[in-house]
């Protein structure tokens, strides 16, 4: 079983959709939670981060954790062509390594 | 703004050669990492190091090495290039900090091996 799983996809949705990402980890001890976009042929950027139980809003996206069933999912609303990427989930587990481990991706489609 | 960057974005190399992929950053981050993304293999650790002169192994460091002999510059070396190590080379950094460790990413370097 891999550390931190994630559907690729590609997940299509409609421009103005809600887009639902989501990421399951195997680590009970995992602390901290990331999603980055990274467009075709560029480098990971960092949209959110969460480390409590709950929601955590930032404009258009939200992150949601729930760590009694080790999920983490990311929510765009009114999703846009621009959106179109793939997003990774990675998680900090705390186990004695400081480097994130990523899962692999899902790939998002936006259709206008 | 924070900023890692790389030395090159693209590189062709022949198989045999030695090569160095060197990354800087400008936070004042202790850690500093080597990843390669592959189609379909998602990102994999090579190696990080979390001070200068420490390094440690990711999950797949066979046929690579890395130095770090200043806090802002991390290097990977490819001792010997081979045809399998073509691939998307990707330098991050991270603070310490507990709950403030997200890693930054450079722009990643295109590395093909002939």
């Known amino acids: 079983q891999k550390e931190v799983e994630q559907n690729s996809g590609p997940l299509s949705v409609p421009e103005g959709a809600i887009a639902s990402l989501n990421c399951t980890y195997s680590?009970?001890?995992?602390?901290?939670f990331f999603w980055y976009r990274q467009y075709s042929g560029k480098s990971p950027e960092l949209i959110m981060f969460?480390?409590?139980?709950g929601d955590k809003e930032d404009g258009r996206f939200t992150a949601q954790l729930n760590k009694a069933s080790q999920y983490v999912s990311l929510l765009i609303r009114d999703s846009q062509p621009s959106d179109s990427a793939t997003y990774l989930c990675?998680?900090?587990?705390?186990?004695?390594?400081?480097?994130?481990?990523f899962g692999s991706g899902t790939r998002l489609q936006v259709q206008p | 703004d924070v900023k890692v960057t790389q030395s090159s974005r693209y590189l062709v190399k022949r198989t045999g050669e030695k090569v160095f992929l060197e990354c800087v950053q400008d936070?004042?981050?202790?850690?500093m990492f080597w990843y390669r993304q592959d189609p379909g293999l998602g990102l994999r650790l090579i190696y990080f190091?979390?001070?200068?002169?420490?390094?440690e192994k990711g999950d797949i460091p066979e046929g690579y090495s890395v130095s770090r002999e200043k806090k802002e510059r991390f290097s990977l070396i490819l001792e010997s290039a081979s045809t399998n190590q073509t691939s998307m080379y990707l330098c991050?950094?991270?603070?310490?900090?507990?709950?403030?460790?997200?890693?930054?990413f450079g722009p990643g370097t295109r590395l093909t091996v002939l």
């Open positions: 991050a950094s991270s603070t310490h900090v507990v709950n403030y460790n997200e890693q930054f």
């Open positions: 680590d009970r001890g995992s602390q901290s």
């Open positions: 969460i480390y409590s139980n």
């Open positions: 990675a998680v900090n587990s705390y186990t004695g390594r400081r480097a994130l481990t």
């Open positions: 936070m004042d981050h202790e850690n």
């Open positions: 190091s979390y001070d200068v002169k420490m390094k």
